[in-house]
């Protein structure tokens, strides 16, 4: 049974999240912490960082991340087959639909509307690992805000804007500063 479920669950965040893996952060979240309570919102922030770090597109390492945390190897298995299914039938039909009537103009019309929904959908996940950095988790009041969390997301969005850090040796910098720092002043 749960693996049915798992597969459900990420066939219709594979389904739904147009635009990407960040697009599919708030679906993942979703179904994994609101609706199943496979994790915790620190669970899924964690799964976020890791996902984002090893290789891969970040909703099939999610996927992966979370069926193997919920019913193992074949969970990862079902899991990530039913995030990945959706993509593979979608993209097939649409390169053919694409390559046939690619100078249509309401061809073009649909593919210009469906942007300002996934920057949406970007923006929201963006919006909730930031509170969650900010206030750690609690009540958004004055007493809650990580002033660490805030500085190194400072640093790191300086660093990626300003000099085009790698963002895998900006994660590395900015988790050792968070232990170290977090040693000295936690």
């Not at 660490?148 to 040796?169: M, T």
């Not at 994660?171 to 720092?181: I, P, R």
Request: with cysteine; aromatic share 10%.
């Amino acid at each position: 049974m749960i693996y049915l479920k798992l597969f459900w669950s990420f066939i219709q965040i594979g389904l739904f999240s147009i635009g990407g893996g960040y697009a599919a952060m708030p679906l993942i979240q979703a179904q994994a912490v609101e609706q199943h309570a496979w994790l915790s919102i620190n669970e899924f922030i964690d799964l976020i960082t890791i996902a984002e770090m090893t290789p891969g597109p970040i909703a099939v390492n999610s996927a992966t991340f979370v069926g193997i945390r919920i019913a193992g190897i074949g969970g990862a298995i079902v899991a990530t087959l039913g995030c990945i299914l959706p993509s593979l039938i979608i993209v097939s039909l649409l390169s053919y639909v694409y390559t046939k009537y690619k100078n249509i103009s309401i061809l073009q019309s649909v593919l210009k509307s469906l942007r300002p929904a996934v920057v949406a959908l970007i923006a929201s996940a963006g919006l909730s690992i930031l509170l969650k950095v900010v206030f750690g988790g609690g009540a958004m009041v004055l007493a809650n805000i990580n002033v660490i969390g805030i500085c190194l997301f400072a640093a790191a969005f300086f660093v990626l804007r300003k000099f085009k850090w790698n963002p895998i040796l900006v994660m590395t910098l900015c988790g050792a500063a968070g232990l170290l720092l977090g040693i000295l002043f936690g």
